[in-house]
């Protein structure tokens, strides 16, 4: 009688045992898929940091070397002398540091204002209204976004230079570069603000509605403080295209070098040659040139993610 008893009471006996096992033999095999995890995480950051040691190494090195020699974190003499020279008069055009940032802060601040205003205008028609020729101008729209901007150079030359207001020229003006370039970003703004919108409920909407809210206070007051994350994405790469224009504003802006902007000035900067390219004066160039947009960045690091998370996702 005792025997059943005692061979029934053993498996639960065994099975906390066996339990821990399985427990103790699962650890290290997470411990060693997290530190593969860790170190590609860590081959990943050295190829993105090493490029930017090697920008601020030649920033410091006073030699100002025909070509780069490698790699020194801290070079012999380092200073600041090229930081120096390149905000007082970065090329031979009497065009200082502060002058071409103000024109490119210009045509930024323009691109990126345009393409959120306009862009979640249209965005919101799409998203919302139902009109005749709605889903042909959505395909127009996806058209344009896939011609190259380089492809529009031409016509839009052409036809700004046609517009002239006594002796102001739209094409030959930072007004027309912010407009040229705006034409190719509204696209992209268009569509990432669509999918946006169209993850925001209607119920909302209706809601505010049967509280008597019209058509421009439900979008100003409900649409727009829920589109926060992907006006800020929008926003972020309008004042990116601006700031780092480079195509239109060389082919437009050919008479006052005091219209011209950072990177045309960074451009202009690169000799026939290597050896003709003065290399640390062009690196603290290329770093002031890229720290404002780091900035803006991180201020706008929060809203860039979730909105291109949420607007990519359900576009």
Excluded at 87 to 116: K, R
Aim: proline residues 7%; hydrophobic residues 55%.
């Amino acid at each position: 009688m005792t025997s059943p008893a005692i061979a029934t009471a053993a498996p639960p006996r065994a099975q906390p045992v066996a339990a821990a096992r399985l427990v103790h033999g699962g650890g290290p095999l997470r411990l060693r898929r997290q530190l593969i995890l860790q170190l590609i995480c860590a081959l990943i950051a050295l190829t993105v940091i090493f490029p930017i040691l090697w920008i601020f190494s030649m920033a410091l090195d006073p030699r100002n070397l025909s070509r780069p020699d490698g790699l020194n974190l801290i070079p012999p003499g380092a200073s600041l002398d090229a930081f120096a020279k390149v905000i007082a008069q970065p090329t031979l055009n009497p065009v200082s540091f502060i002058q071409l940032a103000e024109n490119s802060l210009f045509i930024a601040v323009l691109i990126s204002a345009a393409s959120v205003t306009i862009g979640m205008m249209a965005a919101y028609a799409f998203s919302r209204l139902q009109f005749r020729g709605r889903e042909a101008l959505m395909i127009a729209v996806l058209a344009v976004l896939m011609l190259p901007a380089v492809a529009t150079i031409a016509p839009l030359f052409v036809s700004m230079n046609k517009i002239q207001i006594g002796t102001f020229n739209l094409r030959n003006s930072l007004i027309g570069v912010a407009l040229a370039v705006t034409s190719g970003v509204l696209p992209f703004a268009i569509w990432n603000m669509k999918g946006y919108l169209d993850t925001i409920p209607r119920d909302l909407e209706e809601a505010a509605a049967v509280d008597g809210a019209n058509k421009l206070q439900i979008f100003l007051r409900i649409i727009v403080p829920l589109a926060t994350p992907v006006l800020a994405v929008t926003a972020f790469f309008g004042f990116v295209a601006g700031w780092t224009e480079f195509y239109f504003s060389w082919m437009f802006l050919t008479s006052n070098p005091k219209n011209y902007t950072l990177a045309m000035a960074l451009n202009g900067m690169v000799g026939q040659y290597s050896s003709s390219t003065p290399w640390s004066e062009f690196a603290a160039f290329s770093i002031l040139v890229a720290l404002p947009v780091s900035l803006v960045y991180l201020l706008l690091q929060r809203y860039i993610i979730s909105g291109l998370a949420i607007g990519g996702v359900k576009g």
